[in-house]
């Protein structure tokens, strides 16, 4: 076959089956839900531009995961890590109030369940997926140097072969060997917590007693969804904390959260809702913050509270909670 005849044989749709996958790994590596977007994007057009000098057909998957490669390690080029609250700062007490926030490039983004799996996603994917995108696995692997980075992904998420992601690196399986000993050993130094449990019927369960609660503002039916040692963080403000009697004093002196409406999404695979705030008396609620939970054995872990409005584009979320249908 030509190199012609090659690139007329590959229409957009096999590319755009792709799409999905590769925005799980542009994701891993980039810890932003929009440039691991973008980086798909361009992986796609320079996908599209590179064909008519395509012709391994077989290889048009790894072909892809190259180029993505390639962009993501071009994007990192100079860039400071994103991370949690937790990577940046000391546990704060109850009565801390928030700070000056950092800009939001500082942070690690959730990520609509949308844009990593399709709506008819295999449940076996989905639990083995589900881990690998945990916000706190997320920013763990920004502590790995860039190339690190994709080869763990490549090989421990992935579960490429050695010689694969040599091929995809232009090196040995016995240098990526060497590159992936190196990355476990930084990875587990920096992922603090363990993974959740499976995801299970029970985590809607909990999530729909969190928004209830929420919505009452119960503090003490909320505090009684929580693990002993369960964080709470806010990305954009470096404030967290950890216990639950902290996050019970930092909640009864949020006076402010009173009143706000929680519509349940899909964030990280993982339990999330969208929070709609009042204004002033007979207003409509805006968006105001994006709630990701991690959850393991029927009792909320984390709680990640993007104060962001800017992420309910992301979401595909319209500007009242009524517009929102579930």
């Known amino acids: 076959m030509s190199a012609v005849s090659a690139a007329d044989a590959v229409d957009p749709d096999q590319l755009e089956r792709y799409r999905h996958e590769l925005t799980g790994y542009c994701y891993r590596m980039l810890g932003s839900a929009h440039d691991a977007e973008d980086a798909v994007q361009d992986t796609m057009v320079r996908a599209w531009r590179g ?34 609250p937790v990577d940046v700062a000391p546990a704060a007490s109850g ?73 995809l690196l232009e090196t040995s399986a016995d240098a990526v060997n060497s590159t992936l000993r190196r990355a476990r050993a930084a990875l587990a130094a920096a992922d603090r917590d363990g993974a959740p449990a499976e995801p299970s019927d029970t985590d809607r369960d909990v999530l729909a007693r969190y928004v209830d609660a ?67 008396p007979g207003e409509t609620p805006e968006p105001f913050a994006i709630h990701v939970l991690d959850v393991a054995g029927g009792r909320i872990t984390a709680i990640h509270a993007f104060l962001d409005p800017t992420l309910f584009e992301l979401f595909g979320l319209p500007a009242e909670p009524g517009a929102c249908r579930i």
């Open 51 to 84: 064909l008519a000098t395509f012709e391994d057909r077989s290889g048009l998957r790894p072909w892809l995961y190259r180029i993505a490669t390639n962009v993501c390690l071009d994007a990192l080029k100079g860039r400071t890590r994103r991370a949690l």
């Open 95 to 167: 009565e801390l109030r928030l700070a000056s926030p950092r800009p939001g490039t500082a942070w690690v983004q959730p990520i609509p369940d949308g844009l990593l799996m399709p709506a008819d996603r295999d449940p076996a994917e989905l639990t083995v997926s589900r881990e690998s995108v945990r916000l706190a696995f997320i920013a763990a692997l920004q502590h790995l140097v860039p190339r690190q980075r994709a080869v763990l992904i490549l090989r421990d998420v992935l579960r490429w072969r050695a010689a694969e992601v040599a091929a």
């Open 214 to 280: 929420f919505e009452r503002f119960d503090v003490e039916a909320l505090v009684a969804l929580l693990r002993d040692d369960a964080t709470l963080d806010m990305p954009p403000f470096e404030l967290w904390l950890r216990g639950r009697d902290d996050i019970r004093r930092w909640l009864l002196a949020a006076d402010e959260c009173r009143n706000d409406r929680f519509v349940p999404i899909g964030a990280n695979l993982s339990p999330a809702a969208a929070v709609y705030k009042p204004g002033a």
